[in-house]
């Protein structure tokens, strides 16, 4: 049974800080990961997506992927209360011969003016 | 502006009753997807689409339907054999459907069993 876990949190920070969101995954062969955030009662929007070990930055937003400990994290520098919201972590794996996507349960984030 | 677009955003089902949820997407993806999201569980997969006339069962396809007779378009019809079928359903696309590629989701639809 392939797994993603996430911390269901919820993660409070304080405005300005910055946030730290962890994901573990359970195949090894996993080659893509993905980063969403969902508001409450919204749909998941697109974050970010990382394919290869080390850090992918792209404004406030640092996706780190350690496939040697099978670990994707989400870095948010300089959090403001509009991130305030769900992050899901969703990652590839095979399965025989199909390729599928499996999602974990997200992290529910806070911040704090 | 392209996007994703999913009707109706609220709808309410009696029992034994077969409803259709509408996609459409003008991304020009090959790739289409539903959803359904529940709470406290992760999104779960019931039907994909990776080219037109084709589609394959995802995770828990028992009592839904798809079809897929254009490329925009990738209606869901959760039959009366869905045992619960009050959930929030997600249609999302990809530019290809080998899920190396990021999905992209439409606003959703509520469904609400009375």
């Known amino acids: 049974q392939k797994e993603v876990e996430q911390n269901s949190g919820p993660l409070s920070v304080p405005e300005g800080a910055i946030a730290s969101l962890n994901c573990t995954y359970s195949d090894r062969g996993s080659q893509s990961f993905f980063w969403y955030r969902q508001y409450s009662g919204k749909s998941p929007e697109l974050i970010m997506f990382i394919y290869s070990n080390g850090d992918k930055e792209d404004g406030r937003f640092t996706a780190q992927l350690n496939k040697a400990s099978q670990y994707v994290s989400l870095l948010i520098r300089d959090s403001q209360p509009s991130d305030s919201a769900t992050y899901l972590c969703a990652v590839t794996y095979w399965a025989g011969n199909n390729r599928k996507l499996i999602w974990g349960l997200g992290t529910s984030l806070a911040v704090n003016p | 502006d392209g996007g994703i677009t999913q009707s109706p955003k609220y709808l309410f089902r009696k029992e034994g009753q077969n409803v259709t949820l509408s996609c459409e997407q003008n991304l020009n993806h090959d790739a289409m997807y539903w959803y359904r999201q529940d709470p406290g569980q992760g999104l779960r997969l019931i039907y994909y689409?990776?080219?037109?006339?084709?589609?394959q069962k995802g995770d828990i396809a028992e009592g839904y339907s798809v079809s897929r007779e254009k490329k925009e378009s990738f209606p869901l019809t959760v039959t009366s054999a869905q045992k619960n079928p009050t959930a929030f359903y997600l249609c999302?696309?990809?530019?290809?459907?080998?899920?190396?590629?990021?999905?992209?989701f439409g606003p959703g639809t509520r469904l609400t069993v009375l």
């Open positions: 689409s990776q080219i037109v006339n084709d589609f």
């Open positions: 999302a696309s990809s530019i290809v459907g080998d899920l190396l590629n990021e999905q992209f």
